[in-house]
């Protein structure tokens, strides 16, 4: 059933928003800092181990109390509970949205469709772990008796790119006699490199998929079970060297997965939101389940906060709608996350999914045409590697780029004064782009007045900071459910289904019909446009058998 979404557009909230950007469009942030001499402390909110200081972005604290009215007015509390109460949220795919679930301890309730789900995410937790710590202590032997050593994750998107990240970014806790790979490609270097320099008989494949009849995943899991048996000699050794993660039992039994080597998920659980699932059964197996179960309340802790904070104090609620602000009154495109931590060199990738997949949407619940820009193109990479590349453009060019900067007071490991090092960097960083250096700032230091343009500094480029003690599974755990969060606050606010992705679809099809037309041994009829059918040709002419 479709649901009518609040279109905000022309409502009372976004006018009074509309005319107040008028009033703050040109103001610099060193007026703001200048007249509030408290604003650093103030605009902080914690939620769990983080803390946002939001303080370097164009807003007031009247912005903040339009934007909430905003909130309100979109039904920011109503949807959530909707979400929280196993509703289905999800309207194209009439499907219930509780990723929240799997984070939910022994004992609460969450309701999809009548029945409480707790109890089947922890009967699946417990199988994982007894999995997982049967192989860490070596209980669990290849075909050959010999223990396990690589774990290679056969997957993609949702079922590739959180466990991937979550294994990097928790890489100091992990068990380092196990080696962990992800293969997602279907182009074959990914499975032939992975592959490459590992014993077979030291190798358990995860193929995790929810549907099992991705193009991509069947692809590299057939390649991996014939360089299995090619290696080992036997079919037989499949059953100790594949185990699956899936929705669909038969799917995977066709494969020649046993499956009592089947960890569960469900169908209210999307690709993107899966990682706290069976989909993290690699990281279980790196890091082993008490991490693990640490990562879980970590996410179920910002949970709480999301349902119960004030919007104006609520972390993700207020990460979302700060990024509104930029999006729809700023006309930013584009929206940066810079980890000053190696160990999250993966998290704008997987942010990038989270949220663009998400709120790449332009209709609404009901199936009208948006009247709002809605979610901006999502990049980053580590930090202090930034800096050396395009923060040319973030300090100097003509674009505005707000940006999440995102730090740890504690690091891993303590190498001379490296965190002295990237902790003045990251705090450097975010006061330059704030306050810039003004001509006569850059006269005053010396510089020749030919130079001077080129070397000031127009500041007024908006960041968050998020700052937590350590990156721990914890924490890990609550910087993702808080960007969860922020892309559902995003997504209510536009009217628009966050947990759908049809836009994937097109492509894939089409990349079905294309591979006989690629393969066919007869010259085939093509009816695709001029350029597709003219590469076609160019490729077959090419194309060894
Ligand atoms: C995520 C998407 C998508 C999905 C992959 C893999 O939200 O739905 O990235 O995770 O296409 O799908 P399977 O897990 O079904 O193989």
């Not at 007026?31 to 946002?52: K, N, Q, S």
């Not at 179920?300 to 004030?310: G, K, L, S, T, V």
């Amino acid at each position: 059933m479709p649901i009518a979404p609040v279109r905000v557009r022309g409502t009372p909230e976004w006018e009074a928003l509309a005319a107040h950007f008028a009033e703050l469009r040109d103001v610099h942030l060193r007026e703001l800092f200048a007249d509030d001499p408290l604003r650093g402390e103030e605009m902080t909110v914690d939620a769990a181990d983080l803390v946002l200081d939001y303080s370097k972005n164009r807003v007031t604290p009247e912005t903040v109390r339009l934007l909430v009215a905003l909130a309100e007015r979109a039904g920011l509390r109503e949807r959530s509970e909707a979400m929280f109460s196993g509703e289905h949220i999800n309207v194209t795919e009439d499907r219930a949205v509780l990723h929240i679930a799997l984070r939910a301890p022994e004992g609460t309730e969450v309701v999809d469709g009548g029945r409480n789900v707790v109890p089947e995410v922890h009967k699946v937790l417990e199988k994982m772990a007894d999995f997982a710590e049967a192989v860490r202590a070596g209980r669990w032997r290849g075909f050959t008796g010999k223990r396990i050593k690589n774990i290679v994750n056969i997957g993609i998107g949702g079922s590739d790119l959180g466990p991937a990240m979550a294994y990097e970014a928790l890489l100091p806790f992990s068990d380092r006699v196990l080696t962990l790979r992800f293969v997602s490609n279907v182009d074959g270097a990914d499975i032939y490199e992975a592959t490459a320099d590992i014993d077979a008989a030291e190798t358990l494949f995860i193929v995790s998929s929810k549907t099992f009849t991705t193009l991509e995943t069947i692809g590299n899991a057939k390649s991996a079970k014939e360089w299995l048996v090619a290696s080992l000699g036997d079919e037989g050794a499949v059953r100790k060297h594949f185990v699956a993660v899936s929705t669909e039992a038969d799917e995977v039994a066709r494969f020649g997965i046993d499956p009592a080597n089947m960890f569960e998920f469900w169908d209210w659980v999307g690709g993107r939101y899966s990682y706290d699932s069976a989909i993290g059964l690699s990281l279980m197996i790196s890091v082993g389940p008490g991490p693990f179960r640490e990562m879980l309340a970590g996410s179920r802790a910002i949970d709480e906060h999301f349902r119960a904070a004030p919007f104006d104090r609520n972390l993700p609620a207020l990460l979302g709608l700060i990024g509104v602000w930029y999006n729809d009154f700023f006309d930013a495109e584009t929206y940066a996350v810079l980890p000053y931590d190696h160990y999250l060199s993966k998290l704008p990738a997987y942010l990038q999914q989270l949220d663009m997949e998400s709120n790449g949407k332009s209709v609404t619940l009901d199936g009208q045409a948006v009247d709002l820009a809605t979610g901006p193109v999502v990049w980053g990479t580590p930090g202090t590697n930034g800096q050396h590349a395009y923060y040319q453009l973030l300090h100097q060019g003509t674009r505005l780029v707000p940006a999440d900067f995102i730090g740890f007071l504690h690091p891993a490991h303590r190498v001379g004064d490296h965190h002295d090092l990237l902790m003045a960097n990251f705090l450097a960083q975010t006061e330059a782009l704030a306050f810039g250096k003004t001509a006569d700032e850059a006269r005053s230091e010396g510089i020749s007045e030919p130079l001077v343009p080129h070397r000031s500094f127009p500041g007024n480029r908006p960041t968050n900071t998020i700052l937590a003690p350590e990156l721990n599974p914890r924490v890990l755990g609550e910087l993702v459910a808080c960007y969860e969060h922020k892309v559902f606050t995003q997504g209510v606010i536009w009217g628009i289904n966050s947990f759908d992705q049809w836009g994937v679809e097109l492509g894939k099809s089409l990349a079905l019909q294309i591979v006989p037309e690629l393969v066919s041994e007869a010259e085939p009829a093509l009816h695709h446009d001029s350029s597709t059918n003219a590469l076609i040709r160019r490729y077959r002419a090419a194309r060894r058998p």
